[in-house]
Structure formats: structure tokens, C-alpha cells
């Protein structure tokens, strides 16, 4: 497609790509996606197993079908990824990370069971990870990114224990990384990008800091990533990628800009990214389809309400 | 006999084709090579292994299909997680790690591993300076490379090679989220400023639509120089209006222009109006048209006295509908949103009220 003789980046939806919800397929690869243990690919992610357990789950409860998974045996298995720091790994033998402990605590809260691991060691765990800036690290080895700032206050929220950080200082740091164009990176003066603007409005969401942000220009910025296909990109002149959607959208959501994306358009866009032969979402149109893909795309169809969304999401609504 | 029509084989239902993954990190790399290659023994049949008892993978919940998988993956990490679980700091570790960071660079534990392991045995860091070097050149869109890179950087206090680095890594992939930061922080940790701006430049020229550029851009400037000398501002404002332009549905460098008269404002740079407005007949574009709302906004905010009210809400007003009707009806809830904003704030009743809204 060429706008004023010059070449957009997009893709173009084919007329016989799927246009409806195939759900039963998503469904079907997700139960049993968890059933091929000797699955290369299923090996292959053993190292963000916490989180795709979460992120299966969570799809599965939007489809009502959340007894399909076994719960006892999750459970268990979180148990046995609590170290004696406190902090909880994606999978046994391997070492702890914020990302997983946030993930491991979301899935005790869909099946209300926080109390199955130490929940005060946990706590001083992600409040140990604090730097003095105010951001946080994942682990002991201490990348720092606005992403570490999201899962230790969403943790931290889940289990009540907030107070277990400075608040304050975590503020200033992510509003360190708010960029000229509205957006935020994952330090500062990192480019502005979705999965990272997700990560920092849903930071100040929970932390009751949502006005630091201009609205209206983050707004802007975030509905345009919609491309002429309905899809969406992560930041300006890259191709639209499903997951794109969620980050996108959620963090509309939290500043109250949801209405500013074409629903309809994305809607088409997202529902022809499936794969009619083995359920699942891929990419875009036409590639192979990923787990993880598949939770974000369920709601982005519409068939369930962004707050419901949400609420899977930090195990809360936000404020708008 | 029928001549056959030879298709071009356009994938199924994506005109645009891109093999790369567009995310930061997606799916987990898949090693293609899989058996093993002619004269590989698997640790399982190695005697000098013979003492390590390994252990398989235990991840939870039960199979109810089993697949086999890679007999070499299942066998090393079955070796990995036997060191492990002996803590054993030894060399026959640290090149087991390698092999099993080859089978899977997104594991994060292998590569926890491999950095006590470079400590305990004191090894040497130039030469795992070359090791990471060629991993990343492999696989430059996974953050556990990078976060090792930087490691060893900051234990050598050597970052001599990370700028000829980074800027090979993004003359594959200009926009490599990872390779810029690491670029930044070693700009910034190191004070390794000198020539960036000049860079920033190299890689517009290449693609002024690089987003990435844009904004390395703006972070050079804005921790040497600063925007506030008025001609650095001169020079960036018109620096930009030559890239539009060239490329005048550039999302990046309207974004640009906005962000850095923010500041002081759009309505406080002489000549800025006439000069985009002067664009408009051979560069117009939906940013033009919403860079001409955000000003005819500003005016009416600061209201400096200047403007005539009514003329320049009508004008804002005008923009709004075409974008929302014709020249950008993706986003015309924004428009609208704007439109109603801006009536609701300025309108004194003369003007004329919008066009009836389409459903």
C-alpha cells in the first residue's frame, strides 16, 4: 500500500482468511499444548513454563474451561519453584526471576490458593530487588527494565504488601522513562515501545499514579500503531504482530482510550491471524501459530469485556 | 500438454513477508540441527561423564502424549541439571553450558550458570568476550546474550568494542531493541558520546523511517547540548522539516518535530506555522494535518492574542473532520474526541457546529 508515494509497512488480509472465533480449536491446543511434555517446542520454553502455565490458564478460564486444567498438580508444582530467598523460577532446577514470581502469584489468585507458598518471603524477595533509583532488577544478576517495575508492584499488589517498597521512589524512576513522544522505554531514554507502555501504565495504575500521564498524547501515540489492516505495531514503522493488541489495548484501557482504536478493524485482523488446522493465534496472517499468543487474542475479539480482561490480568481492575 | 501457470507462492494471507520475529523476544529459537552430527557422543555414553548421574526433566503436570524430541537436547540439559544439582564448578561445566546455550539461548539458569562458573574457574573474559560476541551475531533478539555481554563488559571495565558492535548488529536490523540499549548504556556509563550524533545521522540517511534513530536521537541531544539553546533548536527543526520532506509519511519525525518544541511550545517558533503549512500542497500527510490541529490547540490554549479565536478553532475544527472523514478515518474516534474537546473549550457560539457525526 502506498500513501503519498511512499511504502507503508503492513500486511494485507487475504479475502479467505478465517473471519470468525474457531474456539474450540484454541481451547483443544491449549489443554494440549500442557499435555506434550516431550514436545520440542514445549522443552524448548521449559525456561518460562511459570508463565505460559499462566497464560494458558488464563485463556482457559475466559473459555469457561478452567476445570480442563489440574489444579493440585500447578499448585504443586509452584511449591516446588519457591526458593529459599523467597523468589519463584519458571521451572524446578532453574533460578528465580521477578517475571516468573509475578506469574506464580497470578496463578495462586485465579485459584485463590496465595497462601500455598510463603507469601512473606516472596514479599521480601521483590523488596529486595529494589535498586536506590527506585527501579527494580529482575534477579541477583540485576538487568534493570520497566518490566521488573510492573511484575514487583503487581506482585506485591496481589499479596496486599505494597508497602513493602518505596512507592515513591518507583514512581520517579518509571516516570524517569516517560519519552518525548509520550511513550515509555524499559530505562531511561529507551525507545518508547507497546509491551514496555503496557508494563509502565499498568505500573501506575496500581500504584495510583495514573495522572503523571498525558493521556491524551500517550492516547494518540498507542491508537497509532493501528495500521491499515486492523492490526497493530509495537512502535512506528514496524509490521502489526497480534500480541501487539494486547499491550496496545490494555494499556488504552488504563488510560481510559480504548474507544480510539477501530474495533472492527482489529477484530478482522486478529480473527485472520488463526490457524484454522491447529487452533492457536500466529503473528500475522499466514505464519505459524504460538502458545503465547493465544491469551491476548481471546478478548481482543470482544466476546469479553476489557475489565474482565483486565482483571485476569493483575487479578484486579485498575482504576480508569 | 497443458503449460502449467507457475504461481508466485505468496504465503497464505500476508502480502509483506517477514520471516524475522518483529517482537523484542518471541517464541523460543528452534535449534534446526538436531541429531547429532556424525562422531557427537551423547554425555549419557561418555566415560569421562560416567561419574554424574543425570537428571531428566521434571516440569509438573502429566503428559498424556508423548513426542520425542531431540535425543541430544533431552541429553544435555539431563547433564545440565546434574551439574546443577552438584554445584559442580568445573571446566567440563562451563563447556556443557555452551552446548546447552546453543540448544536454548533463552535459558536463563544455563546462562546464571555460566557466569559463576566464568568466575569461580577465573576465566579468562576476552575470550568469552569473542564467545558472546558470536552468540549474539547468532541470535541478537534474546536478552539473556545481551545481559551476559554487558557483564562481562562491566567486570573487564572494557568497552572499547561495544559502538563497532552494536552498530554491526544494527546494520542487520536497525531497530534491534536490544542492541540499542545496550548502546546506550555504554554511551551513557562510559561517556562515550562523541560521534553518536554523527551515527544517528548515517542511519537516517539509510532509512529516515527508522524510529530508533529518532529517538537516539533525541537522547544524545538531550543529554549533551540540550534543547534549549536556540540554535540547537534551529538546527533539529529544520534538520527534521528536511526529513519530511523527503519522506513525508513519517510518523518518526513528526513525532520528533512535537516532541522537542513541546517544551517552549509550538506557537513560540517563528515561522513554524507558515513554514508547515507550506507543506501542505506536495507533503501532506495525516501528521501534517494533526501537527496543525496540536498548533491551532496551543493557540488557542496560550490565546497570546495574536490569533483570531473564532478563525482558528474553525480551522482546528476543519482538520479534525477531514482526518476523521477522509484522511485518517482509522483513528476517527480520536478526531472526534479532539473536535469536541476543543468546542467545548473555545466555541463562543459563532462558530459553526461540526458536520452531523456518521455512525
Given at each position: 500500500?502506498?500513501?503519498?508515494?511512499?511504502?507503508?509497512?503492513?500486511?494485507?488480509?487475504?479475502?479467505?482468511?478465517?473471519?470468525?472465533?474457531?474456539?474450540?480449536?484454541?481451547?483443544?491446543?491449549?489443554?494440549?499444548?500442557?499435555?506434550?511434555?516431550?514436545?520440542?517446542?514445549?522443552?524448548?520454553?521449559?525456561?518460562?513454563?511459570?508463565?505460559?502455565?499462566?497464560?494458558?490458564?488464563?485463556?482457559?478460564?475466559?473459555?469457561?474451561?478452567?476445570?480442563?486444567?489440574?489444579?493440585?498438580?500447578?499448585?504443586?508444582?509452584?511449591?516446588?519453584?519457591?526458593?529459599?530467598?523467597?523468589?519463584?523460577?519458571?521451572?524446578?532446577?532453574?533460578?528465580?526471576?521477578?517475571?516468573?514470581?509475578?506469574?506464580?502469584?497470578?496463578?495462586?489468585?485465579?485459584?485463590?490458593?496465595?497462601?500455598?507458598?510463603?507469601?512473606?518471603?516472596?514479599?521480601?524477595?521483590?523488596?529486595?530487588?529494589?535498586?536506590?533509583?527506585?527501579?527494580?532488577?529482575?534477579?541477583?544478576?540485576?538487568?534493570?527494565?520497566?518490566?521488573?517495575?510492573?511484575?514487583?508492584?503487581?506482585?506485591?499488589?496481589?499479596?496486599?504488601?505494597?508497602?513493602?517498597?518505596?512507592?515513591?521512589?518507583?514512581?520517579?524512576?518509571?516516570?524517569?522513562?516517560?519519552?518525548?513522544?509520550?511513550?515509555?522505554?524499559?530505562?531511561?531514554?529507551?525507545?518508547?515501545?507497546?509491551?514496555?507502555?503496557?508494563?509502565?501504565?499498568?505500573?501506575?495504575?496500581?500504584?495510583?499514579?495514573?495522572?503523571?500521564?498525558?493521556?491524551?498524547?500517550?492516547?494518540?501515540?498507542?491508537?497509532?500503531?493501528?495500521?491499515?489492516?486492523?492490526?497493530?505495531?509495537?512502535?512506528?514503522?514496524?509490521?502489526?504482530?497480534?500480541?501487539?493488541?494486547?499491550?496496545?489495548?490494555?494499556?488504552?484501557?488504563?488510560?481510559?482510550?480504548?474507544?480510539?482504536?477501530?474495533?472492527?478493524?482489529?477484530?478482522?485482523?486478529?480473527?485472520?491471524?488463526?490457524?484454522?488446522?491447529?487452533?492457536?493465534?500466529?503473528?500475522?496472517?499466514?505464519?505459524?501459530?504460538?502458545?503465547?499468543?493465544?491469551?491476548?487474542?481471546?478478548?481482543?475479539?470482544?466476546?469479553?469485556?476489557?475489565?474482565?480482561?483486565?482483571?485476569?490480568?493483575?487479578?484486579?481492575?485498575?482504576?480508569? | 500438454?497443458?503449460?502449467?501457470?507457475?504461481?508466485?507462492?505468496?504465503?497464505?494471507?500476508?502480502?509483506?513477508?517477514?520471516?524475522?520475529?518483529?517482537?523484542?523476544?518471541?517464541?523460543?529459537?528452534?535449534?534446526?540441527?538436531?541429531?547429532?552430527?556424525?562422531?557427537?557422543?551423547?554425555?549419557?555414553?561418555?566415560?569421562?561423564?560416567?561419574?554424574?548421574?543425570?537428571?531428566?526433566?521434571?516440569?509438573?503436570?502429566?503428559?498424556?502424549?508423548?513426542?520425542?524430541?531431540?535425543?541430544?537436547?533431552?541429553?544435555?540439559?539431563?547433564?545440565?541439571?546434574?551439574?546443577?544439582?552438584?554445584?559442580?564448578?568445573?571446566?567440563?561445566?562451563?563447556?556443557?553450558?555452551?552446548?546447552?546455550?546453543?540448544?536454548?539461548?533463552?535459558?536463563?539458569?544455563?546462562?546464571?550458570?555460566?557466569?559463576?562458573?566464568?568466575?569461580a574457574l577465573e576465566k579468562d573474559l576476552r575470550v568469552e568476550m569473542k564467545y558472546i560476541t558470536a552468540i549474539i551475531e547468532d541470535q541478537p533478539k534474546n536478552y539473556q546474550v545481551w545481559h551476559h555481554r554487558r557483564m562481562v563488559v562491566e567486570w573487564l571495565s572494557d568497552p572499547s568494542e561495544e559502538l563497532q558492535f552494536t552498530a554491526e548488529i544494527l546494520s542487520q536490523d536497525a531497530k534491534n531493541y536490544h542492541a540499542w540499549q545496550h548502546r546506550q548504556?555504554?554511551?551513557?556509563?562510559?561517556?562515550?558520546?562523541?560521534?553518536?550524533?554523527?551515527?544517528?545521522?548515517?542511519?537516517?540517511?539509510?532509512?529516515?523511517?527508522?524510529?530508533?534513530a529518532w529517538n537516539q536521537r533525541h537522547f544524545v541531544i538531550s543529554r549533551t547540548t540540550t534543547y534549549s539553546p536556540p540554535k540547537v533548536l534551529e538546527r533539529e527543526v529544520q534538520y527534521t522539516i528536511r526529513q519530511i520532506k523527503k519522506a513525508p509519511h513519517n510518523e518518526s519525525a513528526w513525532n520528533y518535530l512535537k516532541g522537542i518544541l513541546q517544551p517552549t511550545g509550538l506557537s513560540s517558533y517563528a515561522g513554524l506555522l507558515e513554514q508547515v503549512e507550506?507543506?501542505?500542497?506536495?507533503?501532506?500527510?495525516?501528521?501534517?494535518?494533526?501537527?496543525?490541529?496540536?498548533?491551532?490547540?496551543?493557540?488557542?490554549?496560550?490565546?497570546?492574542?495574536?490569533?483570531?479565536?473564532?478563525?482558528?478553532?474553525?480551522?482546528?475544527?476543519?482538520?479534525?473532520?477531514?482526518?476523521?472523514?477522509?484522511?485518517?478515518?482509522?483513528?476517527?474516534?480520536?478526531?472526534?474526541?479532539?473536535?469536541?474537546?476543543?468546542?467545548?473549550?473555545?466555541?463562543?457560539?459563532?462558530?459553526?457546529?461540526?458536520?452531523?457525526?456518521?455512525?
Amino acid at each position: 500500500m502506498a500513501i503519498n508515494g511512499t511504502q507503508i509497512k503492513d500486511v494485507v488480509i487475504k479475502p479467505d482468511a478465517p473471519n470468525s472465533l474457531i474456539l474450540d480449536k484454541h481451547a483443544d491446543y491449549i489443554a494440549a499444548y500442557g499435555s506434550k511434555k516431550d514436545d520440542y517446542e514445549y522443552t524448548l520454553s521449559e525456561y518460562l513454563r511459570m508463565s505460559g502455565i499462566y497464560w494458558g490458564l488464563t485463556v482457559m478460564d475466559l473459555m469457561g474451561q478452567l476445570d480442563r486444567m489440574n489444579q493440585e498438580e500447578i499448585i504443586d508444582f509452584i511449591k516446588s519453584c519457591q526458593h529459599d530467598c523467597g523468589g519463584i523460577s519458571a521451572s524446578t532446577g532453574h533460578d528465580p526471576h521477578l517475571l516468573y514470581t509475578l506469574s506464580a502469584v497470578q496463578i495462586l489468585t485465579l485459584y485463590d490458593r496465595v497462601k500455598a507458598i510463603d507469601v512473606d518471603k516472596v514479599v521480601d524477595y521483590v523488596g529486595g530487588l529494589q535498586q536506590e533509583d527506585g527501579s527494580f532488577a529482575g534477579d541477583k544478576w540485576g538487568e534493570i527494565d520497566t518490566r521488573f517495575s510492573f511484575c514487583a508492584v503487581a506482585t506485591l499488589a496481589l499479596l496486599g504488601r505494597l508497602d513493602a517498597v518505596d512507592v515513591g521512589k518507583a514512581v520517579e524512576f518509571v516516570l524517569s522513562c516517560m519519552n518525548f513522544d509520550g511513550g515509555f522505554g524499559c530505562r531511561p531514554g529507551s525507545e518508547s515501545h507497546a509491551g514496555q507502555i503496557y508494563c509502565c501504565t499498568g505500573f501506575l495504575s496500581i500504584t495510583g499514579q495514573l495522572h503523571q500521564v498525558n493521556a491524551d498524547l500517550l492516547g494518540w501515540w498507542l491508537c497509532e500503531r493501528q495500521l491499515p489492516s486492523g492490526g497493530l505495531n509495537g512502535r512506528p514503522e514496524k509490521l502489526p504482530d497480534v500480541c501487539y493488541s494486547w499491550w496496545v489495548l490494555a494499556a488504552l484501557k488504563i488510560i481510559g482510550r480504548i474507544h480510539w482504536i477501530d474495533k472492527a478493524k482489529l477484530r478482522a485482523f486478529i480473527l485472520a491471524c488463526q490457524d484454522e488446522e491447529t487452533g492457536g493465534f500466529a503473528d500475522r496472517p499466514g505464519d505459524m501459530p504460538a502458545l503465547l499468543k493465544a491469551l491476548w487474542i481471546r478478548d481482543m475479539t470482544g466476546t469479553v469485556p476489557g475489565n474482565q480482561l483486565l482483571k485476569e490480568g493483575f487479578g484486579y481492575c485498575p482504576s480508569q | 500438454m497443458s503449460v502449467e501457470e507457475i504461481s508466485n507462492s505468496l504465503p497464505e494471507a500476508a502480502e509483506e513477508v517477514q520471516t524475522n520475529n518483529e517482537n523484542m523476544e518471541g517464541e523460543p529459537e528452534m535449534a534446526y540441527d538436531e541429531s547429532p552430527r556424525e562422531g557427537y557422543v551423547l554425555y549419557r555414553d561418555r566415560k569421562e561423564w560416567a561419574d554424574l548421574e543425570p537428571v531428566p526433566q521434571d516440569d509438573g503436570p502429566n503428559p498424556v502424549v508423548k513426542i520425542a524430541y531431540s535425543e541430544r537436547f533431552r541429553d544435555v540439559y539431563d547433564y545440565f541439571r546434574a551439574l546443577l544439582k552438584h554445584d559442580e564448578k568445573s571446566e567440563r561445566a562451563l563447556a556443557l553450558t555452551a552446548e546447552a546455550i546453543e540448544l536454548n539461548a533463552a535459558n536463563y539458569t544455563v546462562w546464571h550458570y555460566r557466569r559463576v562458573l566464568l568466575q569461580a574457574l577465573e576465566k579468562d573474559l576476552r575470550v568469552e568476550m569473542k564467545y558472546i560476541t558470536a552468540i549474539i551475531e547468532d541470535q541478537p533478539k534474546n536478552y539473556q546474550v545481551w545481559h551476559h555481554r554487558r557483564m562481562v563488559v562491566e567486570w573487564l571495565s572494557d568497552p572499547s568494542e561495544e559502538l563497532q558492535f552494536t552498530a554491526e548488529i544494527l546494520s542487520q536490523d536497525a531497530k534491534n531493541y536490544h542492541a540499542w540499549q545496550h548502546r546506550q548504556w555504554v554511551i551513557q556509563e562510559y561517556k562515550l558520546w562523541a560521534g553518536e550524533l554523527e551515527y544517528v545521522e548515517e542511519l537516517l540517511e539509510e532509512d529516515v523511517r527508522n524510529n530508533s534513530a529518532w529517538n537516539q536521537r533525541h537522547f544524545v541531544i538531550s543529554r549533551t547540548t540540550t534543547y534549549s539553546p536556540p540554535k540547537v533548536l534551529e538546527r533539529e527543526v529544520q534538520y527534521t522539516i528536511r526529513q519530511i520532506k523527503k519522506a513525508p509519511h513519517n510518523e518518526s519525525a513528526w513525532n520528533y518535530l512535537k516532541g522537542i518544541l513541546q517544551p517552549t511550545g509550538l506557537s513560540s517558533y517563528a515561522g513554524l506555522l507558515e513554514q508547515v503549512e507550506g507543506l501542505q500542497g506536495s507533503c501532506c500527510s495525516p501528521y501534517l494535518l494533526g501537527f496543525l490541529v496540536d498548533y491551532y490547540e496551543e493557540a488557542l490554549e496560550t490565546n497570546g492574542g495574536k490569533y483570531n479565536l473564532t478563525e482558528t478553532l474553525n480551522k482546528a475544527l476543519g482538520l479534525c473532520d477531514l482526518l476523521a472523514q477522509d484522511q485518517d478515518t482509522i483513528r476517527r474516534e480520536y478526531w472526534r474526541y479532539v473536535a469536541r474537546t476543543l468546542q467545548s473549550k473555545y466555541d463562543s457560539g459563532e462558530t459553526s457546529p461540526p458536520p452531523t457525526e456518521q455512525q
